[in-house]
């Protein structure tokens, strides 16, 4: 008897069905994996702000107030003034509110390399990134900036990267077309950033963040609108607030909100580094237009689909929606303003914060 053998084997067809197939499956899957990836980031998020909270509250009982907006002498000097604003009570030291939280954010090792008069409203210290002095960042304590771009270095323990400062939904270390953010705050309804320029390969050992405090609407705005300073916030520049200043009540109002501190569509221009994130305003809304406005250095922002997270005065952690464009006057303009002012009298409707 004669056996005949075949060799089994897919024909061509048969190949590109079955590779069809698992074209059109791992199309249906990825999806779902982004939005499970994405709640785990934003959950992630959720929690860091709430971590911020809590160690807010955990300065004020250690120290019987929340820690400033920023901190700025008026007898502040640089060594380069040529590099900032040139007014008096503008040379630094440039020290934001998250600076203050270190140890409370198990960062006490960062903590301890500061100097002290980095915290002193009377100080004589000027601005953080402009003031160390230019030694090799393997044999002396301060990074050289190539080129003398800021006239010096700066310091080592701006250099510590604090992964619970960053949204993981974001990446702020690919960045930027302009360069770093190192002061940031609300005064007098305007906003101040001074900013290290890129090249990037120069700032990228700074450590950057995507959260920053709540100055209210424009912060202390004494030389803006009754109806702007009437939603003044918890951070101001050199600011004393203590949780009972908060009249509206803790679980109403904003203490520290989302920043992309650049375009969310798009090239990014700047980043935020936490060692100058201050306090931000809200009166320009959170837009999200891909066209025309789309998120900018002066906005609250959030890598997250519709929505930035805020961590409230109580610590909880509140998402609130996005809106198409800045609508001033309207009534989900109010609510914000009055959820991010920190006495206003204001009864918020929470529908118009959840809602576009």
Same mark, same amino acid.
């Given at each position: 008897m004669i056996h005949r053998y075949r060799k089994l084997a897919f024909t061509l067809i048969e190949l590109l069905v079955v590779i069809a197939i698992i074209a059109i499956l791992? /199309?249906?899957? !990825?999806? @779902?994996?982004?939005?499970? *990836?994405?709640?785990?980031? *934003?959950?992630?998020?959720?929690?860091?702000?709430?971590?911020?909270?809590?160690?807010?509250?955990?300065?004020? +009982? @250690?120290?019987? *107030? !929340?820690?400033?907006?920023?901190?700025?002498?008026?007898?502040?000097?640089?060594?380069?003034?040529? %590099?900032?604003?040139?007014?008096?009570? %503008?040379?630094?030291? %440039?020290? /934001?509110?998250?600076?203050?939280?270190?140890?409370?954010?198990?960062?006490? @090792?960062?903590?301890?390399?500061?100097? *002290?008069?980095?915290?002193?409203?009377?100080?004589?210290?000027? @601005?953080?990134? %402009?003031? $160390?002095?230019?030694?090799?960042?393997?044999?002396?304590?301060?990074?050289?900036?190539?080129?003398?771009?800021? /006239?010096?270095?700066?310091?080592?323990? +701006?250099?510590?990267?604090?992964?619970?400062?960053?949204?993981? +939904?974001?990446?702020?270390?690919?960045?930027? $077309?302009?360069?770093?953010?190192?002061?940031?705050? $609300?005064?007098?309804?305007?906003?101040?950033?001074?900013?290290?320029?890129?090249?990037?390969?120069?700032?990228?050992p700074i450590g950057l963040t995507n959260y920053i405090g709540c100055a209210g609407a424009k912060g202390d705005a004494v030389d803006d609108s009754a109806l702007m300073q009437k939603y003044a916030g918890v951070f101001l520049k050199n600011g004393r607030a203590r949780i009972s200043d908060i009249k509206d009540g803790t679980s109403n109002t904003l203490l520290f909100g989302e920043t992309l501190a650049g375009a969310e569509y798009g090239a990014r221009d700047f980043a935020l580094t936490w060692a100058g994130s201050g306090c931000m305003p809200t009166s320009y809304e959170l837009v999200d237009n891909k066209n025309n406005p789309s998120p900018q250095w002066y906005n609250f922002s959030s890598k997250h689909p519709g929505i930035v997270q805020f961590a409230m005065g109580d610590g909880s952690v509140r998402r609130i929606t996005k809106v198409g464009a800045r609508n001033l006057g309207s009534p989900r303009w109010y609510a914000f303003m009055g959820a991010s002012g920190k006495r206003d009298g204001d009864v918020v409707d929470e529908s118009q914060l959840t809602t576009n």
């Open positions: 791992i /199309g249906l899957l !990825l999806p @779902a994996v982004q939005k499970v *990836r994405e709640a785990a980031n *934003r959950a992630s998020c959720s929690n860091n702000l709430h971590q911020v909270a809590i160690a807010a509250h955990n300065y004020e +009982s @250690a120290n019987m *107030r !929340l820690p400033p907006g920023l901190v700025m002498s008026i007898n502040a000097v640089n060594v380069n003034p040529q %590099y900032v604003y040139p007014t008096p009570g %503008y040379a630094g030291p %440039y020290t /934001g509110c998250l600076v203050f939280l270190l140890p409370y954010l198990e960062q006490q @090792a960062t903590y301890d390399l500061i100097p *002290r008069d980095m915290f002193d409203p009377n100080t004589t210290e000027g @601005a953080w990134g %402009y003031n $160390t002095p230019p030694f090799d960042f393997q044999k002396g304590p301060g990074y050289t900036w190539p080129g003398g771009i800021n /006239g010096t270095g700066y310091p080592i323990w +701006s250099t510590t990267k604090i992964k619970s400062l960053v949204c993981p +939904s974001d990446d702020p270390y690919d960045y930027k $077309t302009a360069g770093v953010i190192d002061a940031y705050w $609300t005064e007098q309804g305007s906003i101040w950033i001074d900013y290290l320029w890129n090249p990037p390969l120069e700032i990228d």
